[in-house]
């Protein structure tokens, strides 16, 4: 005789049957019942990702950090560009544990980050992040390829008739290069402006 049970809340629970010999009228002793216990897992974790603040940078490397509310889960952190996410360390606290994870190699444009926590019941859900990396290549239209009116840009901020977003300081600010790449100064001057006119001509490639 099936025995259907529903809306069960988390936890344990355990169910007793007794047996009845119908001819004889024995009954299996109420204190020794049978039984089966098993425990409900239907509830997912709650994990949590802290914002990044919605700014470009170049920096290409970036810690990210959040909460998980039960112990024993190690969230997985994930990116939809290809880079690397190193360990996740996690650190118990009082009703939530935070985790924190080392993501390296992220690429130009938008980069979005996934976390995804699973509890032993393979319930998962998942949390989401993003960071808009802008790499100095010269082109303040972000097309990646400059032209003349670039460089023309560039003097002009170097000059000071004309005031740079933070999105055309980190287009650029691109001289001077080590090893034939940029290493940006916090500023854009008539070095910048030479190096992206060197761009446009074909005299240097980054």
Do not use: Y
């Amino acid at each position: 005789t099936p025995l259907v049970v529903s809306n069960l809340a988390d936890g344990l629970h355990t169910v007793s049957v007794l047996a009845l010999d119908f001819v004889g009228g024995n009954q299996q002793p109420e204190t020794s019942p049978t039984t089966v216990s098993w425990r409900v897992k239907a509830t997912p974790p709650i994990v949590t990702v802290d914002p990044i603040p919605a700014v470009p940078t170049r920096e290409t490397s970036r810690t990210v950090t959040g909460t998980i509310n039960e112990l024993g889960i190690v969230p997985q952190v994930t990116t939809d560009t290809g880079a690397t996410a190193g360990p996740v360390s996690v650190v118990p606290g009082s009703g939530a544990a935070t985790w924190s994870c080392q993501i390296s190699g992220l690429k130009k444009g938008m980069n979005n980050i996934t976390v995804t926590a699973t509890d032993i019941a393979l319930n998962a859900v998942s949390a989401t992040t993003g960071v808009t990396i802008i790499l100095p290549d010269g082109c303040f239209k972000g097309t990646a390829t400059p032209d003349i009116t670039d460089a023309v840009k560039a003097l002009r901020i170097a000059v000071g008739t004309v005031e740079p977003s933070l999105e055309d300081r980190l287009h650029g600010d691109v001289a001077p290069l080590v090893n034939g790449v940029p290493a940006p100064d916090d500023v854009i001057d008539a070095n910048d402006a030479l190096m992206i006119l060197k761009k446009v001509v074909g005299l240097v490639n980054f």
